[in-house]
Nanobody
């Protein structure tokens, strides 16, 4: 069983930055982030393969940056120029094979005030 432990959420003002971290109990092919705002469906934010290939949602491209430390089985999400609409619970996700995220963290709250 894979464990994902997230950290780094909090309350910030619009325009500020936050960095989320997610440590996995073992190395995985894909690691990334999804988010779910109140009353909305969970949506993709960013992901990175073990080989360094990244994908971003259009809404965060240019503001959010994903990175990995494969030696630590950890993925990071640097979130800059945060907006109130970025407010959500952010979930770390990971997958052992391409195209499937089959492991999920508990989520960390990010709140951006205007």
């Amino acid at each position: 069983q894979v464990q994902l432990v997230e950290s780094g959420g909090g309350l910030v003002q619009a325009g500020e930055s936050l960095r989320l971290s997610c440590a996995a109990s073992r190395n995985l092919f894909s690691m990334g982030w999804y988010r779910q705002a109140p009353g909305k469906q969970r949506e993709f934010v960013a992901r990175m393969s073990s080989g360094g290939i990244t994908n971003y949602a259009a809404s965060v491209k240019g503001r959010f940056f994903i990175s990995r430390d494969n030696a630590k089985n950890t993925v990071y999400l640097q979130m800059n120029s945060l907006k109130p609409e970025d407010t959500a619970v952010y979930y770390c996700a990971a997958g052992s094979v391409p195209g499937i995220m089959n492991y999920w963290g508990q989520g960390t709250q990010v709140t951006v005030s205007s």
